[in-house]
């Protein structure tokens, strides 16, 4: 077992720190060590993982009667099937003596019928749960678990009991589905529910209070916030849909809990925390004009200004070729007159506007044939006027391809938020970041600046602020670095697991498909593909960006292998090779830049 002192020894004789294993020296005297699951964590699965370290790798291990394979380090994962209730993991290490250790979790209970016996209602089970306001067409959902084979219905406030139809009868679940009918109105009140036979019955209230409005929509204005934009979702827990600018203003129809429903269109609408927007129902519905259209040359491509009448959403889509953008505006009615592109330069070839529909208008900036978007920023400026920085690619040396480029490098996570953990506590804000020192120091030998999210290991950066920072340090890629994990209740031995690269828009793809391709060529691990997700980083838009997993932390053999010089420089290689064939395929090859 290798002592505290002896590592400071190596890292002060034998080369740099990163040579240092990234784990800590094994300082608990305890023979087991679970790392997880947390004890008390609540999960509701048939089978979960559970790894950690012991202290004599060579000695015979079990969990739960199960023989646990240990890796040579003492590192250990195994997955195991759970019950329902307070469900024990309990390891038992064969040293001179047998010892043990225990880790318990929370596994709910299987949904059972009331008891039998008389009329009840499980007041957990009522919905909704959240306070609803609707409008003329929409639909909602009421249920509530109870006696079963009895008649049920529920009214809001003091308006007419409506039924409700038991959908399961096995666990005596009811449900009714209504659609609030043009002109109707009622609440905000609880809902009340009943369940009866004959003439006995029970009644229950729930929490949430609904209504049903025929008043004039309100009005929502995006506030400034750490991330500089609002997040609009395609429901009140889904995915992202846009990202409206401070200042934006967006018509509000409709609301469940915390969460406003937005009409962007008349075919669309979106959903936005009611704590990121500020509210009025006597200001004006949003109504923007566009003006005149014209483009700018700047150093780094071009800025197309639209003129506005006001801040309004909008949507950006790039072509798949990468050859046009279309920056699509709700709330907006067209009313340009001129569209000058003769600042375009060599870059934009035509810009055009249509109304696409009622509301929405749609202006598409077409560049010169054979160039191609590197990337693209839209801003509000200081009035109403939107901003479209395109940006095409940089100059590249076709000997020396890295040569001036600035490339940023994002190792994940930080103190505050460490990641993934692995068996033997190996924390995963350290391997990204000894993989990122690793990479930044082969790109600049090959000539990039190189620009880190996070200058040191106890560097504080939120997860908005990393492609901020691309953006305000005026990178010309961007790479975040990572290692994975996986959900719980997920077998760790179900498929082979290890490296994968994600993108997100298309001026990303190629820059996506370099760097895995180089990791296929370097990394030992199996190679979980080049995948398209909705990550943070990888939404960034104005340069290529990837999202890159290196390993899987939580699997004693990988960490062992983040825990390697060689391995961290195998991964650093395929980055800056991937990087060097990136923008020889994507950049403005030719003369230094």
Known sequence: MTSRLAILLCAALCGPASAVPLHPPRSSTEPISIVWPPEGMQLSAENEFVFGSVADPKAHFEINGATVTVHKDGGFIAWLPISPGTFTFRAELSLSSAVFAERHILVPLPQAPVAEGKLAIDGSSLSPKSDLELRAGDWWIARMKASRGKDARLRVGGGPWRAMHEVNARLGLYEAVFQVAPGEEFGPAPVEYEIGSGWSSVRAKGTARVAATTRPPSVATAKANAAGFLNVK?????????????????????????????????????????????????????????????????????????????????????????????????????????VSTEGGDDFVEQVRWRQEATGVVAVTVRLKPGRRLWGFNARYDGSTNLHLDLRKPPRVDRKRPLAGIRVMLDPGHMPSAPGAIGPLDTKEMDANYAIAEAAASLLRRDGATVLLTRGTTTDEVSLVDRPKQAVERNADVFVSIHNNALPDGSSPFAKPLGFSVYYYHPHSAALGRAIHAALVKESPLPDNGLLWDNLLVARLTAVPAILVENAYIILPEQEALLNEESFREKHARAIDAGLKAFMLEAGDVGGKR
């Open 234 to 338: 395609t429901s009140p827990s889904g995915g992202f849909l846009l990202f409206p600018a401070p200042g934006s203003r967006m018509l509000v129809d409709g609301r469940e809990g915390d969460s406003l429903r937005v009409r962007l269109a008349d075919d669309l609408t979106g959903w936005v925390d009611a704590r990121d927007v500020e509210s009025s129902t006597s200001a004006v519905p949003p109504r923007a004009e566009t003006g005149n259209i014209g483009v700018t040359e700047t150093p780094s491509g071009a800025t197309v200004r639209i003129g506005l009448s006001e801040r309004v959403p909008f949507e950006l889509v790039e072509s798949d070729a990468r050859d046009a953008l279309t920056v699509r505006l709700f709330s907006a009615t067209g009313h340009t007159n001129i």
